[in-house]
């Protein structure tokens, strides 16, 4: 509510030493509660002094109480810069239509910017003024916020890179130093005005004259080519973007792409003399990569074969016989172990040589391995000895079964030659997890039955068990 130094006396009951600066007493009540319906600071002087203030000019200046307001020249509210720069402050704003910006200091030191507007009140007697403040603190600092952006834009813009135009309704309004310096040129006014199809080579004129708004929603860069002052030329990427919402003004930003270029094309003769280099060294070294490929298959292959009969070496078959043996642990599976001596074999070697032997051991290792199944594994591991192992079998009688056949595979004539080797097998047996639990113990029974197979008259097999 308006309120004066005694919240509780209307004027004409305040003491005469304030009544003496108010002049003939009136009636105020209704003016009153008008004014402290606004939402400006509202103060009544009279001569200068503050009479009465409204609730907003309480909390804004002073601090909530109004006691540091009423009987205080108006002026000492005001920043010196303002009040001392104009003389009859009260007569002059008095005549002024448009609201007065100036600066306001609050008792406790705060500053605002306000719009002043002063009316005289001469009808009501004495030297009566009213005061309306409107705070507008806000409203310069996004003015002044807007004013440092825009400074800062404008530096930005003319201290880019790239060329930055800007133009409405086809018409060029802007361009920045670097976009001139791109162009060669000295003075914007040359282009101001121009449609901003003068910028570009006469292959580009009709995109960027016919479809330019249709680049904006592209939302890509377009390689394009600028004409410069002299008519020479320079690579460029353009961009098209609206800042308007009709979308009748537009910006092109176009990168200078010119040494870009120069270094794609010299990267690509580069890349092709690289690639019929790369061709050239490819046909010479395929021949001997695949060379490679194939010692190294052998050298594999002779790690773990025989290199006479290409069966298994020892090396490979413990590896089976071990891999056996988890399996046979893990899920109580078990396989047999045939321990095999050819019978006769010193003689036809010593007798028809060597290479008549090397023959007969390759036709033995062949009977051998034609009659397995892709799980069970034939190696050779001395000179006349082999080594069957059968994976998962069922029971005894089925090896009895599968020895007697390799014993007549193995007795059958081989040529050797011109002559006829008479050839047997004795093959010793041992079964896990029957007669062994590891590899070396149920090598050792399969060794030992077939020794038993050989004092007995040798051609056929035992079990280690029997």
Partial sequence: ???????????????????????????????LKILEMSSDIICICDSGIITNVNSVAVDLLGDGDS????????LEFLAPEYSTAI???????????????????????????????????????GDYTIILARDVTHQVRISEA????????????????????????????????????????????????????VLFHPDYEEIFTENLDSLVEEEMLFPSRLVRVGKSYVDVEVGVTTYDVSGSKLMLEARDITDHNKAVAALYQANKTLEQRVEERTRELTEEIVLRQEVEKK???????????????????????????????????????????????????????????????????????????ETDTAARIGGDEFVILLSDITDKVSVGKFAQKMVKFLSASYPVGTAKGEISGSI???????DGSDCDALLKKADEAMYKVKKGGRNGFRFISD
């Fill in 146 to 197: 807007i004013r440092r952006s825009e400074a800062r834009y404008r530096k930005l813009v003319n201290n880019a890179l790239d060329l930055i135009c800007t133009c409405e309704n086809g018409k060029i309004n802007f361009i920045n130093e670097a976009g001139l310096t791109m162009l060669g040129a000295k003075d914007a006014e040359n282009f101001i005005g121009e449609d901003v199809s």
């Fill in 428 to 434: 010793g047996i041992a079964l896990y997890p029957d």
């Fill in 299 to 373: 050298l594999r292959h002779s790690a773990s074969h025989d290199g006479l009969t290409g069966l298994p070496n020892r090396g490979l078959l413990l590896d089976r016989i071990k891999a056996a043996l988890a399996l046979g642990h893990r899920e109580e599976k078990k396989f047999a172990l045939l321990f095999i001596d050819l019978d006769g074999f010193k003689a036809v070697n010593d007798n028809l040589g060597h290479e008549a032997g090397d023959q007969l051991l390759i036709e033995a290792a062949s009977r051998i391995s034609d009659h397995l199944r």
């Fill in 1 to 31: 509510m308006m309120t004066n130094s005694s919240s509780n006396k209307t004027i004409e009951e305040a003491p005469l030493q304030e009544r003496r600066v108010r002049g003939p007493r009136f009636d105020v009540d209704n003016l």
């Fill in 67 to 74: 006691d540091g307001l009423v009987g205080k020249p108006f």
């Fill in 87 to 125: 003389d009859n402050f009260f007569d002059v704003l008095a005549e002024e239509t448009e609201p007065f910006p100036a600066k306001m200091t609050a008792m406790n030191g705060n500053e605002m910017g306000v719009k002043i507007n002063l009316f005289k009140a001469r009808e009501l007697g």
